[in-house]
Nanobody, 127 residues
Framework: QVRPVESGGGLVQAGGALRLSCSES????????VGWFREAPGKEREFVAV????????YYADSVSGRFNISRDNAKNTVYLQMNSLIPEETAVYYC????????????????????WGKGTLVTVSS
């Protein structure tokens, strides 16, 4: 059983940065693609970024490309999302998403491609 656990959320000013972490408390992450989605108040959950099993392939939503960076450390069973130049509209609950399929499925198919979800961590960007 895969049980992702997010951490690192909090309050940050516009233009600031945060790093989210997703760790695995059950099975190992090593055989899975791991990504991040976010859900803002009143909006649907949307894809943010995903990293392949090896860590060599990454995909980003257009809205975060160039500002966010996803990476993984399989030895530590942890995936990171470095978020820079945050804007208030990115206030949301950020969820770690684990998939048994290839990383591009999270980008292409969204939530339908996700097999396991974390409980989320709140990111608040103040103006």
């Amino acid at each position: 059983q895969v049980r992702p656990v997010e951490s690192g959320g909090g309050l940050v000013q516009a233009g600031g940065a945060l790093r989210l972490s997703c760790s695995e408390s059950g099975d190992t992450f090593a055989g899975y693609s791991v990504g991040w989605f976010r859900e803002a108040p009143g909006k649907e959950r949307e894809f943010v970024a995903v990293v392949s099993r090896s860590g060599l392939i990454t995909y980003y939503a257009d809205s975060v490309s160039g500002r966010f960076n996803i990476s993984r450390d399989n030895a530590k069973n942890t995936v990171y999302l470095q978020m820079n130049s945050l804007i208030p509209e990115e206030t949301a609950v950020y969820y770690c998403a684990v998939s048994g399929g290839p990383a591009r499925r999270q980008r292409d198919d969204g939530t339908r491609a996700v097999d396991y979800w974390g409980k989320g961590t709140l990111v608040t960007v103040s103006s």
